[in-house]
Every structure is written in structure tokens, then in C-alpha cells.
């Protein structure tokens, strides 16, 4: 039987290494912009983004901890015998394992994100990516790879960003049937 603080600590540094990957694609993705950003706003920019990591990191937490609490309360009450288990799984299926509402979410999430105006909005363009990065994270925990919705959403996505990096992708990424 696994250790309950040992999963605690597993699922920590999973997150750790997940927080680590998207710090390093950010850092990718700030090198190739910061050629096109005015430098005397970079640095209360970049403290400013780190704020809001900072804040994505804690929501996260507590939407982990809120999942937790509605999964006990849904089957608080229930006697915890062998008899019970099965119930109490079937339940927590039905109640949280939507997969298709859960995947349509996240899809209106994404075409829902709010355009940035300017690439001078270095906060603005960060929360644009974390919030791309967690959807896509997500439906990829889900089972649903880039493949299935790229085409569709890479349009979408560029037409959120400020029209001086359009411009930038457009001359880097070749058109598809060429």
C-alpha cells in the first residue's frame, strides 16, 4: 500500500516539474520576444508576471483542494466497507468523470481567451500562454492530443495575439501546403 505523504510528495514534485518546464518555455518564448518590448518597462513587467505565476500556482492548489473536498462530500455518509467501494466509485464517476463536458470546457476556455492588444503587454501576453499551456495540459491529460484540435485552434490563438508578433510568426512558421 502507497503512503499517503509519499502520493503528496510524488504529486508536489510533479507539479514542480510542470511549474519548471513551462518557467523554461517561458523563458524560450520571452527571448524571442524581448528583440520586439521597449526594455525600460521589461523588469516591472517580468516582476509583475512572476506575480501572477505566483497566482496561478496558488489557484491551482486550491482548485486541487476544492476537487478534493467535493469528491469527499459526495460520498460522505457512505459506510467505508467492501460492500460500499464499488458505490462509492460508480458515484464519483458519475459525478466528476464527464470526459466530454470536461474536454468542451476546456475548448471554450481557449476560444474564450482574451486577445492582447499590444506586444509591449508582457503580463498580458504570459497569461495568455499559462492559460494555452494549462487547457492544452489539460486536454492532454484527458486523452485529446494537439493533433485532434490544432488546426482548429492555432488560428484562433494567433488572432489573440498583438498583430507585430503575427506578423513575426507568420514569417517563421511555413505555411502548411508548401
Do not use: C, W
Request: charged residues 30%; negative net charge; without cysteine.
Amino acid at each position: 500500500m502507497t503512503d499517503p505523504d509519499q502520493l503528496k510528495r510524488q504529486r508536489l514534485e510533479q507539479l514542480k516539474r510542470g511549474l519548471q518546464e513551462t518557467h523554461a518555455k517561458l523563458n524560450k518564448l520571452e527571448e524571442d520576444i524581448m528583440p520586439h518590448i521597449d526594455p525600460g518597462d521589461v523588469a516591472t513587467e517580468i516582476e509583475a508576471s512572476e506575480r501572477i505565476n505566483d497566482e496561478l500556482f496558488a489557484a491551482m492548489a486550491k482548485v486541487e483542494h476544492v476537487l478534493a473536498s467535493k469528491a469527499q462530500e459526495a460520498i460522505a455518509g457512505m459506510p467505508l466497507t467492501d460492500a460500499n467501494y464499488t458505490s462509492a466509485v460508480d458515484l464519483l464517476q458519475r459525478r466528476f468523470k464527464d470526459k466530454e463536458r470536461i474536454i468542451a470546457a476546456h475548448m471554450d476556455t481557449l476560444m474564450s481567451l482574451e486577445p492582447v492588444v499590444s506586444e509591449h503587454h508582457l503580463i498580458e501576453l504570459r497569461r495568455l500562454y499559462d492559460k494555452t499551456e494549462l487547457s492544452n495540459r489539460s486536454l492532454d491529460a484527458l486523452g485529446v492530443k494537439p493533433e485532434a484540435y490544432g488546426a482548429l485552434l492555432i488560428p484562433v490563438f494567433v488572432k489573440k495575439m498583438p498583430s507585430e508578433l503575427r506578423l513575426i510568426i507568420t514569417r517563421r512558421v511555413p505555411m502548411s501546403g508548401n
